[in-house]
C-alpha cells in the first residue's frame, strides 16, 4: 500500500516522548538495594507513560486506517498463515480491549482466527490469521454488511473493503454500507491517501460501477 502523504509529526513526537522518558525511568531504578516501594513508583510512571504512548498510537491509527478492528484485520491478513504475538495485535489496535475486536472478527465476521490457547502449534499468547480471505460468497452476504460499524461513512466503506478483499463489491452494497449516496468521494479520497481500490477503469474484468481492494502486498 502507498503510504498516506499526511504528518502525523504531533503523534510521533509524543511517543517518542513517552518511550524516552520511560526508559529514563527504568535507567533510574536502582539496580542494588531496590525496594518494593521505589519499584511501585517506578513501575506506575511507567504504565502511565505507555498509556500516553498507546493513545497516541491510536490516534494514528484512526487517521490512516479507522477503527482498532480494521487495524487488526489489516496486519492478520498481512501475516496469514503466520503466529502473531498478542503484544504484536495489542499494538496495531492501539486499544487494550483488542481481543474483543479478534471475537468479532470470528463473529459476525467469518474469520478463521486461531488462537495459541486451542492450538499445541503456538505459543499460548499467539493468534494466527488461517486463510487470507473469505469465500466469494460473502460479498453477496447482508449479515457482513449490517455488521460494518464505524464513525464516519469512509471507515465503514473501508472496513467492508477489507473484510472482502479482493472480491468485487456492487454499489448498491457500498451505499449501503456507507449510509450516504456520497459513498463514490470516500472511495476517491481513500484511492488518494495510498489505498488499492480498483474500479471497471483500473481492471476492465470488473463490472462497471464495482469496486475491489486489491491484496495489501500488490
Known amino acids: 500500500m502507498t503510504p498516506y ?19 529514563d525511568v527504568v535507567r533510574n531504578v536502582p539496580r542494588e538495594s531496590l525496594t518494593a516501594a521505589e519499584w511501585l513508583e517506578a513501575s506506575a510512571k511507567i504504565g502511565s507513560l505507555q498509556a500516553q504512548a498507546r493513545e497516541a498510537s491510536g490516534r494514528m491509527r484512526q487517521a490512516l486506517l479507522g477503527s482498532a478492528r480494521t487495524a487488526i484485520l489489516a496486519y492478520l491478513r498481512a501475516h496469514a498463515g503466520e503466529p ?8 496495531v489496535a492501539g486499544i487494550q480491549a483488542w481481543t474483543r475486536r479478534i471475537r468479532e472478527l470470528r463473529t459476525p465476521f467469518g474469520w478463521d482466527v486461531e488462537s495459541g ?83 471497471h477503469e483500473d481492471d476492465p474484468q470488473l463490472t462497471p460501477g464495482f469496486y475491489r481492494l486489491a491484496r495489501l502486498e500488490d
Do not use: C, F
Not at 5 to 21: C, K
Not at 163 to 185: C, D, F, I
Open 5 to 23: 502523504n499526511h504528518s502525523h509529526e504531533a503523534d510521533l513526537r509524543e511517543i517518542e516522548t513517552a518511550l524516552e522518558q520511560a526508559l
Open 84 to 91: 502473531v504475538p498478542a503484544a504484536a495485535l495489542e499494538g
Open 117 to 199: 490457547t486451542w492450538s499445541a502449534q503456538m505459543q499460548k499468547d499467539q493468534y494466527r490469521l488461517v486463510a487470507d480471505r473469505l469465500d466469494a460468497t460473502a460479498a453477496d452476504d447482508d449479515r457482513l454488511a449490517t455488521a460494518i460499524s464505524g464513525k464516519t461513512s469512509k471507515e465503514r466503506v473501508l472496513e467492508y473493503l477489507l473484510h472482502l478483499s479482493p472480491w468485487p463489491v456492487s454499489p448498491k452494497r457500498l451505499e449501503k454500507v456507507a449510509g450516504t449516496p456520497t459513498w463514490r468521494q470516500d472511495i476517491q479520497e481513500l484511492i488518494g491517501e495510498g489505498w488499492l481500490i480498483r474500479s
